[in-house]
């Protein structure tokens, strides 16, 4: 696998959750960089048996309603 995406949302507390598309990981956390961190850490958990994708993309999804 050349890459994997996550679809990013950030949350109304302002946290972040991350969830790949096409594959069963989902992890969140309370900053950016955390987030980073941790995306990283449950793609290589994940892929533990089997080589991990050489890139991950996150891709920040963000809603705004103008009244």
């Known amino acids: 696998m050349k890459e994997l995406v996550f679809e990013v949302t950030q949350e109304a507390d302002g946290g972040f959750v991350a969830e790949a598309l096409g594959e069963s990981i989902i992890t969140e956390a309370d900053t950016w960089e955390a987030l980073r961190a941790?995306?990283?850490?449950?793609?290589?958990a994940f892929?533990?048996?089997?080589?991990?994708?050489?890139?991950?993309?996150?891709?920040l999804v963000r809603d705004e309603v103008l009244a």
């Open 38 to 44: 941790k995306v990283r850490e449950a793609v290589t």
């Open 47 to 59: 892929y533990f048996d089997q080589p991990t994708p050489k890139s991950i993309r996150l891709h």
